[in-house]
C-alpha cells in the first residue's frame, strides 16, 4: 500500500482528501505546518507528498527546497497542491524539483489519476 | 554768478578775439610801411631836388666862365648874352635851393654861394672895365688871377651844397632801411603773438566744447554697461548744459524704467521662487549643457544636497542616475516631456523604509520652440505603490481564501457524484451538480478579479513581439476542439492567415480569442459554427471570432464590454463571471487597439479587435 504525506493546513481540505485518498487505498498522513512536513518526511519517507504553498511555520517552497536538498528523500515525487495561479510559483515551484503543480480546485479524479502516474513512474524508476 | 552765454557766443566771442588781433597786426603793418614811405619821400623831397640845383648851378656858372674867356677874345656881344642867359639860371637854380633848406647847414652854405657869386658878377664888370681900357695883358691877368680863384670859390660852395644833400640822401636811406628791418622784426613778434595767441584761444574755446562732450561720452558708454548711477555734473548753461541736463534726466528715467523692470523681475522670480519651493515634491531644472540651475529643498533633502554646492554643475556628477539622465537628455532633444516607466521608479531606501518616485520631465520652451531647461519633478509615489501592494496582497490573499473553501466544496461534490462513497439518487444529483457549477462559478471569478485588478493597477506586463497570426489562432482554438466536438459546433479558421503578423504580447492575445471563444461556445448550439478570421487593413489588422449563435440584443451591445455585465440570464448553466470581455478590452487598449461587436438576434454575433502590425 502506497503511502502519501499531506501537507495541508486547511482543516476542510484535509477531511476531502483523505476521504479521497484513502478511498483510493492509500495509506494517508497528514501534517499541516511545514516543519513537521519536513520532519514526517524524514522519519516516515512517504511514497509522494502532497504539499501546499501557503503553510504555517514554513512555506511549501521552503519544505520543497530542503527536501530535495537529501540525497535520499528527494527521490519522493512532490505534487505541489496550490490555490495560488501565479506563473512564477508554478516555475519556482519546478525550478526548486517539484515533479508536478496542481491548482485548486482540483477534480479528485485529475489527482488520484496524476498520484497514480508518479507513484507507477516512481516504481519504474527503482 | 552764472555765465550766460551759448556755445555759438562763445565761439563767435573767440573768433572776434582773434579777428581783433589780426585787425590790430595790420594796423601795426601799414604804419610801418607808412613810415617807409615817408622816408624815401624825404629823400626825394628834400634832398634831390637840392641837389640837381647845386649841379645846375654848376653848369651855369662854368658857362659864364665860358663866357667870360669868349668875350676877352672879342666876341662881345655873343658873349654878354651866353652870361646874362646863364645868370638868370643860375640864379633860378640857386633860389630853388634856398626854397628847398631841409640840412643844418645848408642855409649857411646857400648863403656863401650866393655872396662869392654876387663877387664873381661884380668882377666881370671889373673885367668889361678893363677891357674898354684895351690893356689885354691886364685883362688875362685879371682873369687869371682874381676871376678864376672866384670862380672856384662859387664852384666849391656848390661843392658843399652837393655832399651835405649827399651825406643826408645816404643817412636818410640809411634810416629807411633801419625802418623796414624794424617793421620786419616787429611784424614777425606780432605775428607769433598773434598765432600763440589764436592757438591759445583754439585750445580754450575748442577744451570748453570737448571736455563736457568727453566727459557725456564716458557717462554714455557707462550707461550703455548697465551702469544706470551716472549724473553728469556740468552747471554750464549752453548747449552742452542743456544736452547735460537732457542726459542726466534720460539716465534717471531709464534708471526708474530699470528699477521698474528689475522689481517686476524680481517680485516675478521671488513669486517663482516661492512656488518651486512650496512644491512638496522633489524638483530640479537643468539648462542645455545639463547643468543644474535650481534645485528645491526637497530635492535637496531626497539627494542630500546643498543647493549652492550643486549649482551649475553637471546632473550627472551630482544625482548618478543614468535613467533619470536618460529621461532629461531625451526631453532636451525631442522638446518632449518623459516619464520614468512603472517598472523603473526610482528607489531610495532611507531609515530602512524604501521610497518610490516617478520621473517626469518636462521642456521648458523658447520663443524659437527650443528647449532651454528641462524641469525635473520627482513625484512620490510610495503611497501609490504601497496601495498597490496592498491592493494586489489583497487580491492574491482574498483570492486563496476563496479557494481553499471552494477546492473542499467542489471535491466533495465530485466525491460524491462519483459514486464511490455510496449510491446517490436523481434529486441528489442534481443538487451536487448545482453545488459544483456554482464552485465552478466562483472560481472563475476569483481567476478573472486577479486578472483584472492586474490589469488595473497597470502591473500586466505586455511582451511585445511579432505575433504569427497562424499559430495565434491555432493555439487558441487547441484547447475549445474537444468542447466544440461534444457540442457539435463547428470551429474552424475561416480564409488564408498564413503570412498575416501582428505585434503585440502572444499571450494575452490567445488570452483575448480564447475569451471569446469560450463567449461563442457558450451561446450556441448544436449545427452553429463558430469561424475565426483576420484580415489586413492599413496598419492594422482585424481579427474577428465569428458565431452563428443567438446573437446579442441591440440594448445590451453597448454595455457587453463593462464589467459584471452578461446577457440572457436564462442561461443558467452559465459559469462565466461577466468580467471576460472588460479584461479583452482592456488587453486590446493596452496594445493601442480597439474592440467591438456586430450582432443580430438570432442570427448571431462578430467579435472583432484591431492590433498593430510589425513596422
Redesign the interface.
Known amino acids: 500500500m502506497s503511502r502519501i504525506l499531506l501537507v495541508e493546513d486547511?482543516k476542510?481540505?484535509i477531511?476531502?482528501?483523505k476521504?479521497?485518498l484513502q478511498?483510493a487505498g492509500y495509506e494517508v498522513e497528514v501534517v499541516s505546518n511545514g516543519i513537521d512536513a519536513v520532519d514526517m518526511a524524514f522519519q516516515w519517507k512517504p511514497d509522494l507528498i502532497l504539499l501546499d504553498i501557503?503553510l504555517p511555520k514554513m512555506n511549501g517552497f521552503l519544505v520543497c527546497e530542503t527536501l530535495k536538498e537529501d540525497e535520499l528523500i528527494k527521490e519522493i515525487p512532490i505534487i505541489m497542491l496550490s490555490?495560488?495561479?501565479e506563473e512564477e510559483d508554478i516555475k519556482r515551484a519546478y525550478e526548486l524539483g517539484a515533479q508536478d503543480y496542481i491548482i485548486?480546485?482540483?477534480?479528485?479524479?485529475k489527482l488520484l489519476n496524476k498520484i497514480e502516474s508518479y507513484l507507477k513512474g516512481g516504481e519504474r524508476n527503482e | 554768478m552764472k555765465k550766460n552765454f551759448s556755445l555759438k557766443t562763445k565761439i563767435l566771442f573767440g573768433y572776434m578775439a582773434i579777428i581783433m588781433i589780426i585787425i590790430v597786426l595790420v594796423i601795426w603793418s601799414i604804419n610801418n610801411f607808412m613810415r617807409l614811405n615817408k622816408a624815401i619821400d624825404a629823400i626825394m623831397e628834400e634832398n634831390y631836388r637840392s641837389v640837381i640845383a647845386a649841379e645846375e648851378m654848376r653848369e651855369a656858372v662854368e658857362r659864364q666862365d665860358s663866357a667870360q674867356l669868349i668875350f676877352i677874345f672879342g666876341q662881345e656881344k655873343k658873349a654878354l648874352d651866353i652870361f646874362q642867359a646863364n645868370k638868370l639860371e643860375f640864379t633860378k637854380n640857386l633860389a630853388r635851393a634856398e626854397d628847398n633848406i631841409t640840412i643844418e647847414g645848408e642855409e649857411n652854405i646857400i648863403t656863401t654861394i650866393n655872396k662869392e657869386y654876387q663877387e664873381y658878377l661884380s668882377m666881370f664888370l671889373d673885367l668889361r672895365v678893363i677891357l674898354e681900357e684895351d690893356n689885354e695883358e691886364m685883362v688875362q691877368n685879371y682873369y687869371l688871377n682874381e676871376i678864376i680863384p672866384q670862380f672856384e670859390d662859387v664852384k666849391s660852395g656848390i661843392r658843399d651844397l652837393l655832399i651835405i644833400n649827399q651825406d643826408h640822401m645816404k643817412s636818410a636811406q640809411q634810416n629807411a632801411n633801419n625802418n623796414a628791418m624794424q617793421a620786419i622784426y616787429s611784424t614777425i613778434v606780432i605775428s607769433i603773438v598773434v598765432v600763440l595767441l589764436a592757438l591759445v584761444f583754439g585750445f580754450y574755446i575748442s577744451n570748453i566744447i570737448i571736455r563736457p562732450i568727453k566727459e557725456l561720452t564716458e557717462k554714455a558708454k557707462d550707461i550703455a554697461e548697465g551702469d544706470l548711477e551716472q549724473t553728469i555734473d556740468i552747471s554750464k548753461n549752453d548747449e552742452i548744459g542743456q544736452l547735460a541736463s537732457e542726459f542726466n534726466s534720460m539716465s534717471r528715467s531709464l534708471k526708474d524704467y530699470e528699477d521698474m523692470n528689475v522689481n517686476k523681475l524680481i517680485s516675478e522670480k521671488s513669486k517663482s521662487d516661492a512656488i518651486v519651493r512650496s512644491i512638496s515634491n522633489p524638483l530640479v531644472v537643468t539648462d542645455k549643457k545639463n547643468r543644474i540651475i535650481l534645485i528645491n529643498p526637497r530635492a535637496e533633502e531626497l539627494f542630500e544636497l546643498e543647493e549652492d554646492k550643486v549649482i551649475k554643475t553637471h546632473f550627472l556628477e551630482v544625482i548618478k542616475e543614468e535613467d533619470i539622465f536618460s529621461l532629461i537628455d531625451r526631453t532636451l532633444k525631442t522638446g518632449e516631456g518623459q516619464s520614468s516607466s512603472d517598472n523603473n521608479l526610482l528607489s531610495f531606501n532611507r531609515d530602512g523604509k524604501d521610497f518610490y518616485f516617478r520621473v517626469t520631465t518636462n521642456p521648458v520652451l523658447d520663443d524659437n520652440n527650443n528647449t532651454n531647461l528641462v524641469i525635473v519633478l520627482f513625484e512620490d509615489v510610495t503611497h501609490l505603490k504601497e496601495v498597490d501592494q496592498m491592493k494586489s496582497e489583497f487580491v492574491?490573499t482574498v483570492?486563496?481564501e476563496f479557494?481553499?473553501?471552494?477546492?473542499?466544496?467542489?471535491?466533495?461534490a465530485?466525491?460524491l457524484l462519483?459514486g464511490?462513497?455510496g449510491k446517490v439518487n436523481e434529486e441528489q444529483v442534481e443538487l451536487l451538480e448545482v453545488i459544483k457549477e456554482d464552485?465552478e462559478r466562483l472560481?472563475n471569478l476569483v481567476?478573472d478579479l486577479?486578472d483584472l485588478s492586474k490589469i488595473e493597477s497597470g502591473k500586466i506586463d505586455l511582451q511585445f513581439n511579432e505575433v504569427d497570426i497562424d499559430r495565434l489562432f491555432d493555439a487558441s482554438l487547441r484547447p475549445f476542439k474537444e468542447q466544440a466536438n461534444d457540442k457539435g459546433i463547428e470551429l474552424m479558421i475561416k480564409g488564408k492567415v498564413d503570412g498575416l503578423k501582428a505585434y503585440g504580447d502572444l499571450n494575452k492575445i490567445t488570452w483575448v480569442i480564447s475569451n471569446l471563444i469560450g463567449n461563442a461556445l457558450r451561446y450556441t448550439d448544436e449545427g452553429d459554427s463558430i469561424k475565426l478570421s483576420a484580415e489586413r487593413k492599413g496598419h492594422k489588422i482585424h481579427l474577428s471570432v465569428e458565431d452563428t449563435g443567438a446573437g446579442i440584443p441591440k440594448s445590451y451591445q453597448n454595455k457587453i464590454f463593462d464589467k459584471f455585465m452578461r446577457v440572457g440570464s436564462d442561461k443558467d448553466k452559465d459559469t462565466g463571471s461577466g468580467l471576460g470581455l472588460a479584461i479583452s478590452k482592456e488587453i486590446i487598449e493596452a496594445h493601442g487597439g480597439r474592440i467591438w461587436v456586430d450582432s443580430k438576434e438570432g442570427e448571431g454575433s462578430t467579435f472583432t479587435f484591431t492590433l498593430k502590425r510589425p513596422k
Open positions: 486547511s476542510n481540505i477531511r476531502v482528501l476521504i479521497c478511498g501557503k490555490a495560488k495561479a485548486k480546485p482540483v477534480e479528485p479524479k | 492574491s483570492s486563496h479557494r481553499t473553501p471552494l477546492t473542499s466544496m467542489n471535491m466533495s465530485s466525491m462519483e464511490n462513497l464552485c472560481n481567476d486577479l
